[in-house]
């Protein structure tokens, strides 16, 4: 404890006048008013009475001067300022980035590790002192301002209880970037403008991130920059923010820079020997030799230090259908094989019991559809290889095959236009326009000037091949021979699938929902005489039918969601003909989605696992499975000690600096209490 | 004096209310004029009381023929003699009886106008006198209805101004009353010497007795608030008091003792204490209280 003197010796004097004049008036006493009354007889034997020596009767009667002089003794309190030395919270705007990801709904810390992590910021929010401002940011796979920066803290409170658990994936990028948005508001990316306010409102898109070295810099030697104000100089290059990440860790390093103006601080919650078995894939498949039949692959992974045995669990349309017991190492992870047969279309739903202290990941659905052919049109001068080896997928495909001159029909635009195939191969041909479907162009590019071709070249050698492409999965070129080529050069996005000495000369890209595969090196070539002739020996190679039915299983698929895993967070882009569907999520909520802009039907609202049913005209027009399926955000064991910011590492250890605390707002707070006190008990003295 | 101040003291109700009631003693008296109150002397009136010899001297209008003849004997016939009663109103005249709404001394007045008249009616000879009046002056004695007036206005003409001890002025009452009969005093007893001495002097006077009490609610309950400085009108004392709770406390449980001091001493000498206070109206403390106390009947 200590004093810290505020008034000169005058002024000290001056105050010490003070209790002496009040003894002194007390003394001299306030005027009392005369009252005759018929005999003070009764009402002197009374006053005797009450002075019967009791030292609380004399207390009683000086009960004003006491009030007075203890209200002049905190004053001269206040004036000293007394204080002690503590500590506190170091910084005076506070980011609270409060991590609400599917593995923060954990129990292994009651209840939940969310619960723990508002706990955890409460006591931070506490701690802030008159005048701090703090502000809270909820992060997933994409951050929320629920509070910009406020001093009060009630409504910090009320807002940090409002955040919710969510099953998304985590990711902090986002969150550091919105962070250093608000916490530097003056600061401004690379040609990006400075936010004009202080405090953005919430919801806000994140700010750019910030370059205090260019931000800072004049434009050119001696001119100023147009708002000193807003834009740091060195010298202030510090901390404006504590940024504290309440957080289990589970999310990836960030390997952009931190940004500047934020020192972070990293809250960890949960314990490290929690633990968790998670379903991370489920898939169905259909066998080519038994479309009836379906078979069922299920992925479990076990992030405890224990082995784990579990009970799998398989349901058909909510009734158990077959189950089977796994064990599963630490660390490690499991398959499940389930078949059924006559199995046409169902909802399909995978359960581990037990499942550790993540629930989220602990079911897993996916949807069984009808065996679909995939329709294919062929648009060859000729190519009968080609068109061999596509036939040669059997059932799976409804092979339509066409000349090129097919391609200026009004039957063709109409059926392109419409999606009528999943898949169109182009070869020495290429349409005014790109279907609305998936397509292979062959010696030619797609229309428009996003691909581009090269030089021819001769002889070109193949080498490098995709091969983790599905496309290229189990493709082997090492015995193929390209007479001629030419270098390929992809949208940006594009996919190299065959690297040559002379350039890529297969390549894969996305165009809006669908998806362009380009080989530059033909297979047939025209020669003199309106004759082909090959360019290639590729379709003798088994691995030109392997490169096809990749081809038609990746590229073949209907472009809808029906039947496809998306994960919380994600959008599903729907089927539909009217002006609007709704899509009843599986906790039974309806969401109307209206046609947006291009006429398509987003839906961008899914959070909960499960099967979502898409309405129209209210019948079930189609559903999609929702599953987690997210290995890092089932592993719930807490990160170890430091988590990476781009190069600043993050201990775990909470920011704290000595302080003087000061009670002079208090003790001044308590004298203006005693003082009403005083002036009550005078005015209202028949009640003491 | 005017007919309408005296309709002030008693209300034509309460005449009508009074008319029925005689005041009631339980010693008998020796009146020295004929009264309606049946004397212990054997005397002329026309109730029969008994027989006794007769001896020489006596009247023979008194002698019972009848007996004679039948036992040839002489008896005479005594019969019950009728006195008047006296009634003493003594009055608390002092400046400390001149407070409250109404004051104390008002209703002294009335009280004394109502009793008196009772005393009228009934045949006493009724005697209203203050503390103040001097030993040697006895007050005029009234009787029979033809004075109601008069006494009326000497009840009326008594003014809260005099300065004397209760003790005192209950002295020089005893000094120029000596008699017996029925005293009636009444007083708010707020004497800094206190009641004793009084009271004393009283018993050695073999007089029915009867202390009638009265206090104002301000007395009883005083509303007071602030910081005060009292002065007792009688003798100009200063009392500096911080009204609060605890002091008010302990102001009515001072009264409390007061009355319950008062009442235990006239209780244990025979005498009568009834307490009232302005606010119990004249009627109901005439015909309710007195008459329950066994004053009046």
């Not at chain 1, 000595?658 to 006190?677: H, I, M, N, Q």
Request: hydrophobic share 40%; charged share 25%; glycine share 8%.
């Amino acid at each position: 404890m200590s004093f810290s003197n505020m008034l000169s010796a005058w002024q000290w004097g001056l105050l010490a006048a003070v209790p002496l004049g009040i003894v002194l008036l007390y003394f001299l006493k306030l005027r009392r008013q005369p009252l005759e009354t018929p005999s003070t007889y009764l009402w002197r034997r009374s006053v005797e009475d009450m002075r019967v020596n009791s030292i609380w009767q004399r207390l009683r009667r000086s009960l004003l001067l006491f009030l007075q002089l203890a209200f002049v003794a905190l004053v001269a309190l206040a004036a000293l300022r007394f204080g002690w030395n503590g500590s506190q919270l170091a910084g005076e705007r506070i980011v609270l980035l409060v991590d609400n990801s599917a593995s923060m709904g954990a129990v292994d810390v009651a209840p939940s590790r969310l619960a723990e992590a508002k706990r955890r910021c409460r006591e931070l929010i506490d701690q802030m002192r008159s005048g701090d401002q703090a502000m809270i940011i909820s992060f997933a796979d994409a951050a929320q301002v629920e509070q910009p920066f406020t001093d009060n803290r009630n409504e910090l409170r009320r807002r940090l209880e409002a955040v919710r658990q969510t099953s998304r994936p985590t990711s902090l990028a986002e969150a550091l970037r919105l962070a250093a948005g608000f916490a530097n508001p003056g600061v401004s990316a690379p040609g990006a403008a400075p936010r004009p306010a202080d405090a953005p409102p919430a919801g806000a898109s994140p700010a750019p991130e910030a370059n205090p070295s260019t931000a800072a810099a004049p434009a050119k030697p001696g001119e100023k920059p147009a708002d000193e104000a807003k834009v740091p100089s060195p010298a202030d290059a510090g901390p404006k923010a504590t940024l504290y990440i309440v957080s289990d860790g589970g999310f990836p390093d960030v390997a952009t820079a931190m940004p500047p103006g934020l020192a972070p601080v990293f809250l960890q919650v949960g314990k490290p020997e929690a633990e968790n078995l998670a379903i991370v894939a489920f898939s169905a498949k259909r066998p080519d030799a038994r479309p009836d039949r379906l078979e069922l692959f299920g992925r479990l992974d076990n992030c405890g230090p224990a082995d784990c045995a579990a009970e799998v669990e398989l349901y058909r349309d909510g009734s158990l259908c077959d189950a089977t017991r796994v064990t599963v190492k630490a660390r490690g992870s499991a398959v499940v094989t389930f078949e059924l047969d006559d199995v046409h279309e169902a909802t399909l739903e995978m359960v581990a019991r037990p499942g550790g202290e993540l629930a989220v990941d602990d079911h897993a659905w996916t949807l069984a559809r009808p065996a679909e052919q995939t329709r294919i049109l062929l648009v060859t001068p000729g190519d009968a290889a080609l068109e061999q080896a596509l036939a040669s997928a059997g059932e799976l495909v409804q092979l339509r095959t066409a000349k090129p001159d097919f391609l200026q029909s009004a039957g063709y635009r109409s059926a392109a236009e419409s999606g009528a195939w999943n898949l169109v191969v182009y070869e020495l041909c290429s349409p005014d326009a790109p279907p609305a479907a998936n397509a292979l162009y062959i010696g030619r590019t797609p229309p428009g000037d996003a691909w581009s071709l090269g030089a021819r070249v001769e002889n070109p050698q193949v080498i490098d091949v995709n091969a983790p492409h599905p496309i290229m999965s189990h493709v082997d070129l090492g015995n193929v021979l390209f007479a001629s080529g030419q270098p390929l050069k992809p949208p940006p996005g594009g996919i190299p699938l065959i690297d040559s000495n002379a350039g890529v000369l297969y390549a894969v890209a996305q165009r809006d929902a669908w998806r362009d595969a380009v080989l530059s090196a033909e297979i047939l070539t025209p020669a003199a005489g309106g004759t082909l002739e090959r360019n290639t020996d590729w379709p003798l190679r088994l691995s030109f039918v392997v490169m096809l039915r990749n081809l038609i299983e990746h590229l073949g698929k209907r472009q809808d969601t029906a039947g496809e895993t998306l994960a919380p967070g994600g959008v599903a882009l729907l089927d539909g003909t009217g002006e609007a569907l709704e899509v009843r999520s599986p906790g039974g909520a309806v969401t109307q989605v209206p046609r947006d802009r291009q006429g398509k039907f987003r839906f961008s609202t899914i959070e909960e696992p499960g099967v979502y049913e898409v309405l129209e005209q209210g019948s079930t027009r189609s559903r999609f499975a929702v599953n987690l399926f997210d290995s890092a955000e089932s592993n719930i064991r807490p990160r170890d000690a430091k988590i990476r910011l781009g190069g600043t590492e993050v201990g775990l250890e909470s920011r704290r600096e000595g302080v003087r605390r000061e009670t002079w707002k208090p003790l001044l707070l308590a004298a203006l209490g005693f003082l009403l006190l005083e002036w009550y008990i005078y005015n209202r003295r028949i009640y003491v | 004096m005017s007919q309408a101040a005296d309709s002030s003291l008693l209300s034509p109700e309460l005449l009508a209310q009074l008319e029925r009631l005689e005041i009631v003693t339980r010693k008998i008296f020796r009146g020295r004029t004929k009264g309606e109150r049946r004397s212990l002397r054997k005397g002329q009136s026309v109730e029969f009381a008994d027989f006794r010899n007769y001896v020489p001297g006596d009247d023979m209008r008194f002698v019972d023929w009848n007996t004679y003849a039948r036992l040839d004997r002489l008896f005479l016939k005594m019969f019950f003699e009728e006195e008047d009663l006296r009634l003493y109103l003594l009055i608390d005249a002092s400046r400390s009886m001149d407070f409250g709404t109404p004051t104390k001394l008002s209703y002294a007045r009335q009280l004394a106008a109502a009793l008196g008249f009772v005393g009228l009616a009934r045949g006493d000879r009724v005697r209203i006198e203050t503390l103040g009046q001097s030993a040697r002056r006895p007050g005029q004695a009234w009787r029979s209805r033809t004075s109601l007036w008069r006494m009326l206005g000497q009840i009326a003409a008594i003014e809260p101004n005099e300065a004397i001890s209760l003790a005192a002025g209950v002295k020089n009452f005893v000094l120029r009353n000596p008699g017996q009969g029925v005293l009636v005093l009444i007083s708010d007893l707020l004497d800094k010497q206190g009641y004793d001495a009084a009271f004393r002097y009283l018993l050695a006077q073999r007089m029915d007795v009867y202390v009638i009490h009265v206090l104002s609610p301000e007395e009883l309950d005083p509303e007071l608030q602030g910081d005060l400085k009292l002065i007792d009108c009688e003798d100009q004392d200063a009392v500096e008091i911080t009204v609060s709770a605890p002091l008010l406390k302990r102001y009515r449980q001072t009264m409390a003792a007061f009355i319950a001091g008062a009442k235990e001493f006239c209780t244990r000498r025979g005498m009568h204490y009834i307490p009232t206070n302005t606010t119990i109206p004249i009627e109901k403390f005439v015909s309710g209280y007195l008459n329950k106390r066994g004053l009046l009947r």
